[in-house]
């Protein structure tokens, strides 16, 4: 299993971002679905997450600016950032719960983007 993230990038503040993160590999169902950050020197958070059902949870630093969805067909999470803040640069990574089969066994696993840096100057 693969992910592949993209979409980062320089905006100014108030612009607006799409990140992307397509799963790939002998993949029978995706879980839950998650964004996280890790600003230089801080600690990796999670910024939003959505569940196989459509539940969807947030940062409360991001309520109302970002949007979490995902589309099971194409194997992709997306995050769609909006009125971006200079205190939302950091690199951000997706995290899927992908199940896979192992010994005819449906097992499910944590796999992490490479990450894209996000950049908003003010």
């Known amino acids: 299993v693969q992910l592949q993230a993209s979409g980062g990038g320089l905006v100014q503040a108030g612009g607006s971002l799409r990140l992307s993160c397509a799963a790939s590999g002998s993949i029978i169902s995706i879980s839950d679905m998650g964004w996280y950050r890790q600003a230089p020197g801080k600690q990796r958070e999670l910024v939003a997450a959505i569940t196989s059902g459509g539940s969807r949870n947030y940062t409360d630093s991001v309520k109302g600016r970002f949007t979490i969805a995902r589309d099971d067909a194409k194997k992709t999470a997306y995050l769609e950032m909006n009125n971006l803040k200079p205190e939302d640069t950091a690199v951000y990574y997706c995290?899927?719960?992908?199940?896979?089969?192992?010994?005819?066994?449906?097992?499910?696993?944590?796999?992490w983007g490479q990450g894209t840096q996000v950049t908003v100057s003010s």
């Open positions: 995290s899927l719960d992908v199940g896979t089969l192992v010994n005819a066994r449906l097992v499910f696993n944590d796999y």
